[in-house]
């Protein structure tokens, strides 16, 4: 899958956003603006918050931190805004060359729900979702969206947001039928050890057990745990050359501990990045490279997916199918 940038900047999108410097500029202004009377009306304030006969203490600190913040906040409303419109543009237009669609915002839906019931996501207590790719590739219905998890962490003034996952949530219709419901992870995330190096061999998620499969070869056992409802079917899922293509769809967005859910007919993949397809800036020069960036990240991940389907095998699995 390849995406010409030098076309689409020639064409369609290149007028799209030339035709967009004058909404920049009037962001910028706009900013500038709101910076300006924010702060003619901030100063006042400060000056009396730090003046004043009677004491505030500690509070003087932080009424200050909060009017600069809200301030700043104020202002980059618009140019937030301004970058919003440019990504969207860019993107839709890198999803039309391929025939499919791109929507920057997203309603996770029943992919998210079995993520989070089978543990490819950990629990959290705050998600935005953003960037969503969808359509058919190669003959298949394909998804794939950035989803960034948050948890509440500490107590009192130390309380804070950490993030426990941001990267790629991909649900494609799998290539070839199955029944199974089969489970790959890090090696050890489901694993306890009990007394003499005894390992746990069954994992349940809302009462559905899954057994410990054994891999077929030994150079993955100490990266990836499998588990299956479906001992001869999860083998024929997860080979060596499907799990080598994991291995470089992880690479590929400099991520970490990719993990795939295998159940109705479909594959779900959870994998940790940056952040993704971000192309939208205030500074025109480098439009071109940010699109070429985010069409170079969606089509690695989608070349990658395609060839993870296995749809070349062809056929519905069947129990001793030397392909697999």
Not at 188 to 203: D, I, N, Q, R
Not at 245 to 272: M, P, S, T, Y
Not at 285 to 294: E, K, V
């Amino acid at each position: 899958m390849q995406i010409d940038i030098d076309q689409l900047m020639r064409g369609e999108l290149g007028r799209w956003l030339e035709e967009q410097g004058a909404m920049r500029s009037a962001a910028r202004e706009k900013a500038l603006w709101r910076w300006t009377i924010g702060a003619a009306l901030l100063l006042p304030v400060l000056a009396f918050v730090w003046f004043v006969p009677f004491a505030l203490g500690d509070f003087r600190m932080a009424i200050s931190a909060i009017g600069a913040m809200g301030v700043s906040a104020w202002g980059y409303m618009p140019i937030n805004a301004a970058k919003r419109t440019i990504k969207i543009g860019i993107n839709s237009a890198i999803a039309r060359s391929l025939g499919i669609e791109y929507a920057q915002e997203v309603q996770p839906g029943g992919e998210f729900r079995a993520a989070m019931t089978y543990g490819l996501l950990p629990s959290h207590d705050r998600k935005s979702c953003e960037d969503r790719w969808f359509g058919t590739l190669a003959g298949h219905r394909f998804s794939l969206y950035e989803t960034h998890l948050e948890e509440r962490r500490g107590s009192g003034k130390r309380r804070r947001w950490v993030t426990v996952f941001r990267g790629a949530l991909i649900d494609m219709q799998f290539g070839r039928p199955f029944h199974s419901t089969t489970l790959l992870q890090r090696a050890g995330k489901h694993k306890a050890w009990f007394g003499l190096g005894a390992t746990k061999e069954t994992v349940s998620f809302g009462g559905h057990r899954l057994d410990f499969v054994d891999q077929v070869h030994p150079d993955f056992e100490d990266l990836f745990d499998l588990y299956s409802d479906d001992q001869v079917e999860a083998r024929m899922l997860v080979h060596p050359s499907y799990i080598e293509h994991l291995l470089a769809l992880e690479a590929a967005f400099k991520g970490e501990a990719i993990r795939a859910l295998f159940r109705q007919g479909e594959v779900i993949i959870a994998v940790k990045s940056g952040r993704l397809f971000e192309s939208g800036a205030m500074d025109a020069s480098g439009d071109r490279a940010r699109a070429q960036a985010a069409a170079e990240q969606f089509a690695a991940m989608a070349r990658l997916a395609m060839a993870i389907n296995q749809t070349e095998r062809g056929g519905v699995l069947e129990r001793g199918d030397p392909a697999a």
